[in-house]
């Protein structure tokens, strides 16, 4: 009995580990695209952190987080200012995702994203695309700002939509 577990270690469980491939973002881009009655906003980033490990055709334990004060807003500071308010960023300033597994090609993200101090189950579209030594992961999701407790951001008594639409893009290796 001690032979044949050995066996099975030594054939099918030890080779799966050593094909595991640890990958990190070398390139990351963030988009977040609101309303308002006035006009649209949007806000980027490019200092989200990516890991996760490559085994077979999916990536597992996947962790990523976005310092909330990094997204910036192209109109100015005072949106910034309102967002990064909405966000709770001064107590809580990270955004994570994370999950446990996803599969390379077009799937489905299921993890817990976490934003303004608030976790919840998480589900969307996602494509990760091998590329050379890259792994190219592309994931767009609406959120309503509302369901993180959030308050829509405004000025002079106009508000934000509720739903604001997130793209997101990592290069890994």
Sequence with gaps: MLITTGMF??????PQLSNAQKIAQKATS???????PLHDWEMKGSAGTFS????GNSVTNINFSVPAKTL????????????YDALKADKVPT????????????????GKLSI???TKNA?????????????LIDATETINLSDFGMER??????????VVTVKVNVVAE
């Design 9 to 14: 270690l030594g054939v099918l469980i030890i």
């Design 30 to 36: 963030i988009t977040v695209l609101g309303t308002s």
């Design 52 to 55: 996760g490990i490559v085994s």
């Design 72 to 83: 910036k807003a192209e109109q100015g500071k005072t949106m910034e200012k309102k967002a």
């Design 95 to 110: 955004i994570t995702f994370t999950a446990t597994s996803i599969n390379l090609g077009k799937s489905n993200a299921a």
């Design 116 to 118: 303004a101090g608030i």
């Design 123 to 135: 589900s969307f579209p996602v494509s990760i695309v091998k590329k050379g030594n890259s792994y």
């Design 153 to 162: 951001p405004g000025f002079m008594g106009i508000r934000t939509g509720d």
